[in-house]
Each structure stands twice: as structure tokens, then as C-alpha cells.
């Protein structure tokens, strides 16, 4: 907020930029990528959120909106987690690992 009060620049963008940066980085570290598995995770996200795209479910995913547009990409985010925990679960013998678990003990 205190860069968008000084320099007039919206905070989004900025968000949206380091986070694009900070994400190359780390893609441009990868020393392998299975393009089978990346594959299945997109097929599945775009599916899922291409349901609630065009769907009708409520109000609140109405793309006219601003709202709607903020909703609608949070829950692809949250999609797309749900995709690539379900793929490495399932398939490839993965399981989760949670920054909390020491509470469980």
C-alpha cells in the first residue's frame, strides 16, 4: 500500500510481479520436469475450473464483476492445489507433508 500511495502504482501488479519472478527462478532451477505428470496436473485443473467457468453455480463467480473475476481465481488457485496434491497422491506414492504436524504430537 505504501508504494501505491507514493509512486502511484497499483499493488496487484507488483504482487503479480514478484510472484512471476520468484516463480521463474525456482522453474529455472528444476533439474527435471516429468511433462507427463504437468500434463495430467493442467488437465485436470483446466477441467475443474473450466466447471466452475462456465457453470452457473452462484452470484459470486458472475465474471462480469470485478468479485466474480477475484473468485474465480481463487478458487482455480485453490484447484489447482487440490489437483497436483491429488495426482502425486494417488498416483505416484507421494504424500503431504504440513508445516503444523509437530502440533499433532
Known sequence: M?????KSIDYRYLVFSVGIILAIIN????SQINLVVMGQ???IWLFL???FRIG????????RSENGKTNLSI????????STTFIAVDYYGYFE???TTWFNL
Open 2 to 6: 505504501f508504494i501505491q500511495k507514493k
Open 27 to 30: 522453474l529455472l532451477n528444476l
Open 41 to 43: 496436473v493442467i488437465l
Open 49 to 51: 475450473t473450466c466447471i
Open 56 to 63: 452457473k453455480f452462484w452470484d459470486l463467480l458472475n465474471i
Open 75 to 82: 478458487i482455480s488457485a485453490h484447484l489447482f492445489d487440490t
Open 97 to 99: 507433508q504440513y508445516c
